[in-house]
């Protein structure tokens, strides 16, 4: 890095006064001119308010922000444009509705005689940043059309077209495909080569090592380390991120697989209004001692699995039978009368009272047992809290509402419940959405724990990752299709499975011809076709 840095915050300090949690402690934060800088750190570690910070959503207590050595002012988001900052956040903010180029220009339209939309204007502008870059996408296109790696290069467009030089994404890769990650890395290496700085905040460090030449590391709110990443692995970056290694090393070691538990026999899902069904006619199965993951590309079908599995929905044909007997009508009350127990990926309200304290949360499936002619018994529920908190780590006072606890704490009691319960089957959805290295380490550990008690494990998730570091068998989900089920052996491949999640591949026997229907249509993060990204299967192949 040259001696004087594009950006420096010096001495930054966030206190947040209603909880006394001090999220910034003195951070000095320096990134280089046309460097792409890797952000990490734990859930709460203060990373995100940094750059909530540096774009103008959060104002410091104290410190101060120079850009290219002038000190400045940002309040707002429009501050930190008119000063080329841009800002891709986790969860897109686009109108399906709209157009590209409508979304791109939302809040700074060109107009015609100084009144009305000019949208010829709007679309040929946002067009001119696209050829510019690049890129190779259809500015007329509806959002609602567009797959979710397209969904995140609209984002990255929409900042570009705001002249922003300094870009931040906040977990870029968390909904892509192997083979989108690849794209969107060239388009990152490609934007650096004409001048963008960029900075990455992310939980994935193999990520690290492959798009960032330093990295910046942060734990309870302050910098506690600066490295070149190519001098640093894996493991240093999570020893030092959570003071101690972590290693995601997990052995699944050899368990007998048992009876069917839970089955679905050409389940299909129809919303009114839609041709094409959510869910296309799905068979799978999951066995005592086995996990079951499903995979597939967010708007595939997971979500709606997860509703069908944990009785939110009632299926439009086919059948789900546990332990053989058919629950296909059964409500999601009546599963959990039956033991189904059910991790869902809403952690926040659906599958925790953040209002109800941690012990009430505990003991929301199985309050009945508390009592003892009709008089609740608090001494037991409080020792029945105690246990599970020390099981599971937990951090807080059992008493305490539920939603002051940080998002790792709060997957675990929800985990600490379920698993409580007597259950011969548990459904996890995106069960370390969101989490640290440390909280998804502890989460995995305790799914390979229910394998080994002969416990069938059901594990809806688009973190690949995920699904191949823990089920035995995996399903793909395309367009609401299983279109491969597949022995998690050691020769399977990322990207073998992100054909099946991108639709170039499909096993089952009346498929018509994968690739000619994902040639019909669907494309990756910088508008190529899915079988030109997966031809490519390297960063090789620059979006320019």
Not at 352 to 368: A, D, F, G, R, T
Not at 401 to 415: A, E, Y
């Amino acid at each position: 890095m040259s001696a004087e840095p594009y950006l420096h915050m010096r001495a930054v300090t966030k206190l947040y006064p209603e909880n006394n949690v001090l999220a910034n402690d003195n951070v000095d934060f320096e990134v280089g001119s046309n460097e792409i800088h890797a952000l990490v750190g734990e859930n709460g570690a203060g990373k995100t308010t940094l750059m909530k910070i540096l774009y103008g959503l959060e104002q410091p207590d104290s410190g101060t922000i120079e850009l290219r050595g002038q000190e400045v002012r940002i309040n707002s988001p429009l501050d930190a444009n008119r000063l080329g900052i841009g800002m891709v956040q986790q969860h897109f903010r686009l109108i399906p509705e709209f157009t590209i180029a409508e979304n791109v220009v939302l809040g700074i339209e060109p107009r015609k005689s100084g009144i009305f939309f000019d949208r010829e204007r709007a679309t040929a502008q946002v067009g001119e940043v696209i050829r510019r870059h690049g890129f190779s996408i259809d500015p007329t296109l509806p959002v609602s059309r567009l797959t979710v790696g397209q969904m995140q290069l609209v984002e990255i467009i929409k900042i570009l077209y705001r002249e922003a030089r300094l870009l931040i994404l906040d977990e870029p890769t968390s909904v892509l495909t192997e083979q989108q990650i690849h794209t969107l890395f060239a388009t990152l290496e490609n934007l650096q080569s004409i001048g963008k700085t960029i900075i990455i905040i992310t939980h994935k460090l193999g990520e690290v090592k492959a798009i960032s030449r330093r990295v910046t590391v942060m734990r309870q709110g302050r910098v506690v380390a600066v490295r070149d990443t190519a001098d640093v692995d894996e493991r240093e970056l999570s020893r030092l991120m959570v003071g101690r290694s972590v290693t995601f090393q997990f052995e699944r070691e050899a368990v007998d697989r048992g009876r069917v538990v839970l089955e679905l026999r050409g389940v299909v899902l129809r919303q009114k209004g839609q041709d094409r069904p959510l869910l296309d006619h799905v068979d799978l199965k999951v066995h005592s001692g086995e996990i079951v993951g499903v995979a597939g590309v967010s708007g595939n079908g997971l979500a709606e699995l997860e509703d069908v599995v944990g009785g939110l929905r009632r299926v439009s044909a086919g059948k789900l039978l546990h332990d053989g007997k058919d629950i296909t009508g059964l409500s999601a009350a009546q599963h959990r009368a039956r033991g189904l127990a059910y991790v869902p990926a809403d952690r926040l309200h659906r599958g925790s009272s953040l209002q109800s304290s941690v012990m009430e949360n505990m003991i929301i499936s199985s309050h009945h047992d508390f009592l003892r002619a009709g008089v609740f018994r608090r001494q037991a529920v409080e020792e029945f809290a105690g246990n599970l908190s020390s099981s599971f780590s937990i951090e807080g006072d059992p008493r305490v509402p539920m939603g002051t606890l940080s998002g790792g704490n709060i997957q675990k009691v929800i985990l600490a419940r379920e698993l409580a319960a007597q259950t011969d089957l548990i459904i996890f959805s995106e069960p370390t959405w969101g989490l640290d290295v440390a909280s998804a380490e502890f989460v995995y550990a305790r799914i390979l724990e229910i394998r080994r008690r002969g416990i069938a494990v059901l594990l809806i998730s688009s973190n690949l990752d995920e699904i191949l570091a823990l089920c035995d068998t995996l399903v793909v989900l395309y367009r609401g299709r299983a279109v491969a089920t597949l022995s998690n052996e050691r020769t399977l491949s990322k990207e073998l499975v992100g054909e099946y999640m991108m639709g170039l591949r499909d096993d089952r026997p009346d498929a018509e011809d994968a690739a000619g229907q994902a040639g019909a249509g669907e494309t990756g993060p910088a508008g190529e076709s899915a079988a030109g990204q997966a031809g490519a299967g390297t960063r090789e192949g620059d979006p320019s």
